[in-house]
T-cell receptor
């Protein structure tokens, strides 16, 4: 099956800093999503981005499907950005998405 | 439009009991998937239902089962609970069949503790 690796596993930053989270996947995919898991456990959709670049406020994401990786950029970090960020991938033939192990981001005031 | 809802939000059970969790998808969504999240195994796929039929199942024992009703609401059941079943159970819905093709929207989860 597809393997999904996220890096770094942990990231501690000061408020106002920028960060880049990476997601590598081992095979071609048709679906790639980035999620933020809040302290209560809910997964919040950030981006659906099987290819290309998208931006939403301080967050942006880029997926280079031919090279099998995706990047999530967070600029001017705020304490509310803390939490775990997951990348998940899927194929059109599959009924499931496969999650990476996540990046735990801690933003210090 | 209301999001995905899950009930109950918290459950405490003892070993050997059974439990039923409920998920109501976003209105108009016909696909419901279930995932288990534990600190050791991360997020793992349990099963997907579309049009009241199970379309795919993850690598879990037969104690884990589910169903989907005609209004797309879904339930999952775990029988003969074990300590290792303690986890956050997440439900996701999507418009089309197959998470491989469509954006998944997750509910707040049910946190199950087995004593």
């Amino acid at each position: 099956g597809i393997q999904v690796e996220q890096s770094p596993p942990d990231l501690i930053l000061q408020e106002g800093a920028n960060s880049t989270l990476r997601c590598n996947f081992s095979d071609s995919v048709n679906n790639l999503q980035w999620f933020h898991q809040n302290p209560w456990g809910q997964l919040i959709n950030l981006f659906y981005i099987p290819s290309g670049t998208k931006q939403n406020g301080r967050l942006s994401a880029t997926t280079v499907a031919t090279e099998r990786y995706s990047l999530l950029y967070i600029s001017s970090s705020q304490t509310t950005d803390s939490g775990v960020y997951f990348c998940a991938v899927g194929r059109s033939s599959a009924s499931k998405i496969i999650f990476g192990s996540g990046t735990r981001l801690s933003i210090r005031p | 439009k209301a999001g995905v809802t899950q009930t109950p939000r918290y459950l405490i059970k003892t070993r050997g009991q059974q439990v039923t969790l409920s998920c109501s998808p976003i209105s108009g969504h016909r696909s419901v998937s279930w995932y288990q999240q534990t600190p050791g195994q991360g997020l793992q796929f349990l099963f997907e239902y579309f049009s009241e039929t199970q379309r795919n199942k993850g690598n879990f024992p037969g104690r884990f089962s589910g169903r989907q009703f005609s209004n797309s609401r879904s339930e999952m059941n775990v029988s003969t609970l074990e300590l290792g079943d303690s986890a956050l159970y997440l439900c996701a819905s999507s418009l089309a069949r197959g998470a491989g093709t469509d954006t998944q929207y997750f509910g707040p989860g049910t946190r199950l503790t087995v004593l």
